[in-house]
């Protein structure tokens, strides 16, 4: 199934770097090294070229508030902040809740909630942060028997790590490996479990995640309440070691959102998130604990109301940089400004290499997006043969323009008249069973789509 994909941003924004710096790999200038002697005697900025290549190619860890490549203004413009909306909503709230936050890849989720957890520290809660992707097979159906027990899983692991011991003194994992062996009825599956690490193999293999889920089916309820037990009990015991009866516990449960089928099996999965978080809401809530998911911006489109099923909480949202104003296909001055700011942290001679305005070109077309900014920055690069060529004009960035656009096509006709349609009116003009969108920060939808 291929998904079509467009960028229109409106609306007050968040966007988190992440850390990209040179390390390993060789760029190339033709087909020699950028390195040799001789291309650099004729290119003397071929290394410094070499160097922001890497930088643009190499995914190192996620960026903290810290690090000083973070660009703070990047993800609080305007009056709208959705970490710290969801910070004052943990601490309104009584015992358990849950809260969702969304926004397409590449936005900073992960980064933002990072500092979303030095923000509630400092409040002096307790924090845990795991990332889905560690526990669970994310390119194949999820049910609720699966996802609880690999949030499970994911706190029992953080709490042995910060306090090198786990409640009760068993791990989640040896507590669900007995529960599947003596309370379900699943005599063929229970008897291959000894031995099986079932973390590594509810991440990596198919055929165990399946086995799982059809033999939670019978007993989802059970279950979700051994779940719930461990989670509060992780609570209670966070509070004892903490002396604070009182203490806040918070989970963030990252890389929701990238749970997504391959080929035919793509709507099937987008359809089980969707009755994960509609159909199993109830069991999303934990009492005592806060959990904090990530979820996929089509969720709130295919089935809006997700927030009110979990408690009342709205899904905040974290979007693209805005390189347009509102609603039109102007260039936001402020928005093209923070990505140029963003290069400055990491290259601050970036104006020997670009022209401000061709810059500016490659953000746009990029439409906010910071991970295929810096693509279409590094398909520039190797094109340089010699230092008359720079900085690089608006013409000179084309090709990298051209060769980004190429990989959308073909376009299917019907497709061409909704994404027409959707650049004149800016608003959502798909069926929903066709559509997931990237929504925007003012509360408008439809700030990008993608459509199958």
């Known amino acids: 199934m291929k998904f079509l994909c467009l960028a229109f ?5 968040g966007l988190r770097l992440r850390r990209l710096q040179g390390c390993g790999g060789c760029a190339t200038l033709g087909h020699r090294p950028w390195s040799d002697a001789t291309e650099t005697d004729r290119c003397p900025l071929a290394p410094t070229l070499a160097n922001n290549s890497r930088r643009c190619t190499t995914r190192l860890p996620i960026v903290c508030p810290s690090d000083p490549f973070y660009v703070a203004q990047v993800n609080c413009q305007g009056d709208s902040d959705a970490i710290e909306e969801i910070a004052t909503e943990i601490e309104w709230q009584d015992g358990g809740g849950g809260c969702l936050f969304t926004g397409q890849r590449g936005t900073g989720k992960s980064t933002e909630l990072k500092r979303l957890k030095k923000r509630l520290e400092d409040g002096g809660t307790v924090v845990f942060y795991a990332d889905l992707s560690e526990f669970l097979l994310l390119t194949k159906e999820v049910e609720i028997s ?19 011991a786990s409640p009760g003194g068993r791990s989640y994992w040896d507590r669900f490996g007995e529960f599947m062996q003596t309370k379900v009825d699943i005599t063929e599956f229970a008897a291959r479990l000894p031995g099986v690490d079932i973390k590594v193999a ?7 995640k399946r086995r799982v889920q059809e033999a939670a089916r019978g007993h989802v309820a059970q279950l979700a309440r051994e779940a719930h037990d461990f989670l509060a009990e992780a609570v209670l015991f966070v509070r004892e070691r903490k002396s604070d009866p009182a203490c806040k516990v918070v989970l963030l449960i990252d890389s929701v959102e990238r749970i997504r089928g391959v080929g035919s099996e793509a709507m099937a999965v987008y359809e089980s998130v969707c009755n994960l978080f509609f159909g199993h809401a109830e069991l999303l809530r934990v009492p005592l604990l806060h959990i904090v998911y990530t979820i996929p911006p089509y969720l709130s489109v295919l089935g809006p109301g997700a927030g009110a099923l979990m408690g009342g909480a709205v899904p ?7 390189v347009f104003k509102d609603r ?10 923070v990505l140029r700011t963003v290069v400055d942290r990491r290259y601050s001679d970036w104006s020997r290499l670009f022209d401000q305005k061709a810059l500016d070109q490659l953000a746009i077309s990029s439409g906010g997006d910071l991970r295929e900014f810096f693509r279409l920055i590094r398909l ?11 900085p690089l004009s608006p013409i000179a960035v084309k090709a990298a323009e051209n060769a980004a656009r190429s990989e959308m096509l073909p376009i299917p006709g019907e497709h061409l008249v909704w994404l027409q349609r959707i650049a004149r009116t800016h608003d959502i003009c798909l069926e929903k069973d066709r559509l997931y969108a990237v929504s925007c920060g003012n509360g408008r939808e439809a700030c990008g789509l993608r459509g199958r």
């Open 9 to 13: 941003t409106q609306g007050t924004l």
């Open 146 to 164: 699966d996802f609880l027990v690999s949030v499970a899983g994911a706190m029992s692991e953080r709490v042995q790590a910060v306090y090198g």
């Open 202 to 208: 509810l991440k990596s293999d198919p055929d165990f």
């Open 316 to 322: 905040r949202r974290l979007v693209s940089t805005h």
């Open 328 to 337: 039109s296909r102007d260039p936001d001055i402020e928005g093209l400004a």
């Open 380 to 390: 520039c690069l190797p094109a340089v043969r010699d230092d008359s060529q720079l």
